[in-house]
T-cell receptor, first 114, second 114 residues
Framework: GNSVTQMEGPVTLSEEAFLTINCTYT??????LFWYVQYPGEGLQLLLK?????DKGSNKGFEATYRKETTSFHLEKGSVQVSDSAVYFC?????????????FGKGTLLTVNP | DAGITQSPRHKVTETGTPVTLRCHQT?????MYWYRQDPGHGLRLIHY???????DKGEVSDGYSVSRSKTEDFLLTLESATSSQTSVYFC?????????????FGPGTRLTVL
């Protein structure tokens, strides 16, 4: 079946540091890939997505490129801020039965210190 | 923000009692989902609905049932709660069931089963 593996946290960085959160996936077809973010006490919200190979999703300074050859979708940001502290989830969407469903990774907790 | 509310937001109950969680949306989206979030597991799909009275099971559906009698409401019922069902429950909605379609999440319900 489909699966998503993302780097285990927690990840602790200083403000303005470079961020990478690794994500790899296993899927039988051609999934769409997503990064969701969850701020403390809130639900998840979409950060960025990519729907086909070599697509780059970007939002709020975060980027991720859909790499089919390495089955990866790593999240990067050049300079993190304290406000980026949150849990980040990688996810894929692929057809299961008659509908598409999301499969999530386990999440990576990011803490950014001033 | 997508118009999704969940009720109650917090609930403490005892083993063996029935519990119903409600998800209400004002977006008129066709698809609705129930997930549970547990440490070390990320989000796991319990049940989903692709229309009024149309529902299907997710990966962790045992012990849960759902109902959707109108577009805006999706109910999750624990017929006889167990301590293993202590979790944070999230409802999500999406406009269509395509691979690239974003899911919007509610604020969550924290359920404790004693």
């Amino acid at each position: 079946g489909n699966s998503v593996t993302q780097m285990e946290g927690p990840v602790t960085l200083s403000e303005e540091a470079f961020l990478t959160i690794n994500c790899t996936y296993t899927a039988t077809g051609y999934p769409s890939l997503f990064w969701y973010v969850q701020y403390p006490g809130e639900g998840l919200q979409l950060l960025l997505k990519a729907t086909k190979a070599d697509d780059k999703g970007s939002n709020k300074g975060f980027e991720a490129t859909y790499r089919k050859e390495t089955t990866s979708f790593h999240l990067e940001k050049g300079s993190v801020q304290v406000s980026d502290s949150a849990v980040y989830f990688c996810a894929l969407s692929e057809r299961g039965g008659s509908n598409y469903k999301l499969t999530f990774g386990k999440g990576t907790l990011l803490t950014v210190n001033p | 923000d997508a118009g999704i509310t969940q009720s109650p937001r917090h609930k403490v109950t005892e083993t063996g009692t029935p519990v119903t969680l409600r998800c209400h949306q004002t977006e008129n989206h066709r698809y609705m989902y129930w997930y549970r979030q547990d440490p070390g597991h990320g989000l796991r799909l319990i049940h989903y609905s692709y229309g009024v009275k149309d529902t299907d099971k997710g990966e962790v559906s045992d012990g849960y049932s759902v109902s959707r009698s109108k577009t805006e409401d999706f109910l999750l019922t624990l017929e006889s709660a167990t301590s293993s069902q202590t979790s944070v429950y999230f409802c999500a909605i999406s406009e269509s069931g395509t691979s690239a379609n974003e899911q919007f999440f509610g604020p969550g319900t924290r359920l404790t089963v004693l």
